[in-house]
Structure formats: C-alpha cells, structure tokens
C-alpha cells in the first residue's frame, strides 16, 4: 500500500536556527498538508497545498513557516527561526482529488532547545 | 467552519468490556466524519470513515460507528475492548465538497484498557 514517508523521524535543533521537514507523498496525490501536534494536544491543521501554491493556512502559519513543493515527489516545510514553542510533532498527509482518501506520514517530532 | 468536540479526554474500561467514545461535530455544510487511533509515539491510523449512505458504518478492529446527522453525532464503539485498544482516539470532520479540504480534529479520547 503506497505510504506518505516523512524525514527525519526526529530533529533537536537550538531556538533560532531555521528548519526543514521533509515529505514524500503518494506519487499521485494532487492535495498535500502539514498538520502539528503539541505533546497531549490534539492535530491542528498547519497548511495545504495544490497545483504549487498554498489554498490554505491557518493562523498558526505566520511567516516564519513555507512550504514548498521543490520538485516532483517532496514536499518541504520550514521553519526559519525556530522556537521553543515550535517543539511537537508534525504530521505530512496527501490526498487525491476526494475528500477523503488522506494518508498521513508517520511524523517528525522536532525538538527545539 | 467546522469543529469537533470530544467531551471525554480520558475514558478508562476493563478489558472485554464495551466501550463508547463519543464525538460531536458543528458545520454550516455537509460533512465527512472520521476516526484516527494515534498509538504511543506513532502516527494517525485511520479507523473508520462517515461518507455518505448506510449511518453506521464499519472500521478496523473490531469498531464501529453510527453518524446522526439530527444530533451531529459520530460516537465510536466498540462491543469488546482489548488491552491493545489503549490508544489516543481523535474524531475529525472536513468539508465534503470541493477539493483538498482540510481536516479538523477534536481534542482526543484516551482509552485506557485494563486487565
């Protein structure tokens, strides 16, 4: 069964430093986005992305975020300046043109120091 | 917009037992409904899906839920509970026309399974 592969599967990196979050979604997905968990919170909707822009964000993707889709098959998030709070795990999904067929990445969980 | 409320953040039962999870949605639009399990430090699987059709519909081991649409319910059930059932349960809901629509969850269930 084709699978959403992210990397790498935990990042530490100290406050300030930029970084990036790697995805590989279902070859043929058309919609993909970045979701993120808190510690004991619960998955909030970061950004998603088609025909290589945003259609969505949430307020919590300010301008320290992007995304980008650099070539066929990755779909990147960064993160510029890191902070403390930045600390969870971020989930990567994709679906094709239904509503309902996400797959999700098995998650980075980034550490910020 | 859409939302999802669990009201339940911690359910514990004893194994063999049923168990219900419960979930309600609020949305101005139709919806799809889903339930993810999260196990200890991995990833969202999917459980089961509310499309359209039949209310109760079926997932993976062994659960169950029914979609109420007059109650904007999606309770989750199941008849006999394993020790391997002891997982975070979250409920999400996205629009269900157009494309590429988001997903959004409920806080989280945490059933907790004991002998």
């Known amino acids: 069964e084709p699978e959403v592969t992210q990397t790498p599967s935990h990042q530490v990196t100290q406050m300030g430093q930029e970084v990036i979050l790697r995805c590989v979604p279902i070859?043929?997905?058309?919609?993909f986005y970045w979701y993120r968990q808190i510690l004991g919170q619960k998955v909030e909707f970061l950004v998603s992305?088609?025909?290589?822009?945003?259609?969505?964000k949430s307020e919590i993707f300010d301008d320290q975020f992007s995304v980008e889709r650099p070539d066929g098959s990755n779909f990147t998030l960064k993160i510029r300046s890191t902070k403390l709070e930045d600390s969870a795990m971020y989930f990567c999904?994709?679906?094709?043109?239904?509503?309902?067929?996400?797959?999700f990445g098995s998650g980075t969980r980034l550490t910020v120091v | 917009a859409q939302s999802v409320t669990q009201l339940d953040s911690q359910v514990p039962v004893f194994e063999e037992a049923p168990v219900e999870l419960r979930c309600n949605y609020s949305?101005?639009?139709?919806?799809?409904l889903f339930w993810y399990v999260q196990y200890p430090n991995q990833g969202l699987q999917l459980l089961l899906k509310?499309?359209?059709?039949?209310?109760l519909v079926k997932g993976i081991n062994g659960f169950e839920a029914e979609f109420n649409k007059s109650q904007t319910s999606f309770h989750l059930r199941k008849p006999s509970v394993h020790i391997s059932d002891t997982a975070e349960y979250f409920c999400?809901?996205?629009?269900?026309?157009?494309?590429?629509?988001?997903?959004?969850f409920g806080t989280g269930t945490q059933l907790k399974v004991e002998l």
């Open positions: 509310y499309l359209s059709g039949s209310t």
């Open positions: 070859s043929n997905h058309l919609y």
């Open positions: 949305s101005s639009v139709s919806v799809y």
């Open positions: 999904a994709s679906t094709g043109d239904s509503n309902y067929g996400y797959t």
């Open positions: 999400a809901v996205s629009k269900s026309t157009g494309g590429g629509n988001k997903l959004t």
């Open positions: 992305f088609y025909n290589n822009e945003i259609s969505e």
